[in-house]
């Protein structure tokens, strides 16, 4: 039985369809808390959402965010790149004297702000790779103080690797279930384990995440994001399945943003995962690319823009193999990134913000999904404005989000593992 699950009554569902028919931004920021250019504002967000899983300081993000230049982006670039230097100079100190949960904490935080100085750094800039490869090392550094500890991994895929972060729910092999995360078109893995990896930790289950084709680092060896995204995630979860602690018949696997699209088209070729959740479904990414702005976005238009949104939308470009100067490109690469809801035989859950949902092509996409997927556990659940729930991912109310998923993925498993405090 198809369920729609709305949670609360936020203010967003005053806006008509009329409001978004003209094009559909996913950055849209639907609450306003410091930056008036709305990329900022939304990024803003994105970052503070992250405190929860210590990839972030109120104070700290609010006094960078008071330095920054409104709309434009090596300001943004300059302040957090200050802000990461002294939080991971607070993070050696502590290192040096053996206060390891400290050193942890802050070199965490530094690694999330060295990751919001890329959000609007292009890719051709000298500082985007060592920028990007002290988020990892930090990650890494800090992940080996969590008990068990969060590792680096890399995971052998065609001519390359896959990289990403594994921690599993505890230190013996016993079978336990187990969370894939996968991101979307702007993501890192890094960006992955501070959007949900302590919650995975708090509700019992092992946590793995990587860079797919298209995230990351990897656009810089050529490999741009492929339609055929179940090839790679066939590698990730023969390689989540090698492991002796990851209970095969509770496999998880949740995709945001683009992630909504990769994963279960990954379900639809591959019937070892065994449940699914989307934040939220993109059934068809070709419609949602043609009402989005860039469908229309001449060069001529992207220089009215700030120079923090332009940077963005150029990165994004960059992603798919589509010239920087050619983002109506977006439209055509995104053809073919499909999948079949009468293929999905597992059970799934699309969650969405309210005021993301308050979009037409939003709603098109969520209804396909619910109308289309025949497993009888299926659930749309849209989240409240009135709760702060309401953008992207929900990157504003991750406790939420967290419990949305992760009761859905329990109920699924019907053997809900045990819950515990937070190391």
Request: with cysteine; aromatic share 10%.
């Amino acid at each position: 039985m198809a369920i729609l699950c709305l949670l609360g009554a936020g203010a967003a569902t005053a806006e008509t369809a009329a409001d978004h028919e003209a094009g559909w931004d996913a950055h849209e920021s639907h609450t306003r808390m410091h930056f008036q250019d709305n990329e900022m504002e939304f990024s803003l967000a994105l970052i503070l959402g992250a405190t929860m899983n210590s990839g972030c300081e109120i104070g700290e993000a609010f006094y960078t965010a008071g330095r920054i230049t409104e709309g434009l982006a090596s300001s943004w670039q300059t302040e957090w790149i200050d802000t990461a230097k002294r939080v991971e100079a607070r993070g050696d100190q502590s290192l040096q004297k053996g206060h390891l949960v400290s050193a942890r904490e802050q070199y965490l935080r530094a690694a999330y702000y060295y990751r919001a100085a890329l959000i609007s750094m292009l890719p051709d800039d000298p500082r985007f790779k060592p920028t990007a490869m002290k988020c990892r090392h930090l990650v890494t550094q800090a992940g080996q103080f969590y008990h068990p500890p969060l590792s680096y991994v890399e995971i052998p895929f065609e001519n390359t690797v896959l990289p990403g972060f594994y921690r599993p729910a505890a230190s013996d092999p016993l079978p336990r279930p187990t969370l894939i995360m996968i991101g979307g078109g702007e993501t890192f893995a890094e960006d992955l384990v501070f959007y949900i990896a302590r919650k995975a930790q708090d509700y019992g289950y092992n946590f793995l995440t990587v860079d797919l084709p298209g995230q990351g680092l990897l656009p810089l060896e050529g490999l741009f994001f492929r339609a055929d995204v179940e090839v790679p995630l066939k590698a990730v979860v023969d390689h989540a399945l090698s492991r002796p602690e990851v209970d095969p018949d509770r496999l998880a696997m949740f995709g945001i943003s683009g992630g909504g699209g990769f994963v279960p088209r990954a379900a639809q070729f591959d019937d070892r995962i065994q449940a699914i959740a989307m934040n939220s479904a993109v059934v068809d990414a070709y419609p949602l690319f043609a009402a989005m702005p860039v469908a229309t976005m001449t060069e001529d238009v992207l220089a009215q823009f700030s120079s923090f949104k332009a940077n963005t939308i150029r990165v994004i470009a960059w992603r798919w193999g589509v010239a920087m100067t050619n983002i109506p490109g977006l439209v055509e690469a995104n053809r073919g990134f499909d999948f079949d809801p009468s293929q999905i035989h597992c059970p799934a859950l699309s969650v969405v913000g309210e005021g993301e949902y308050a979009d037409v092509h939003v709603q098109a996409q969520q209804k396909r999904f619910l109308d289309g997927v025949p497993h009888d556990r299926k659930a749309l659940v849209v989240t409240p404005a009135n709760e702060g729930a309401s953008n992207h991912c929900l990157t504003e109310n991750r406790s939420v989000m967290s419990q949305v998923v992760f009761d859905f993925f329990n109920e699924a498993f019907a053997r809900p593992p045990a819950e515990k405090a937070s190391p």
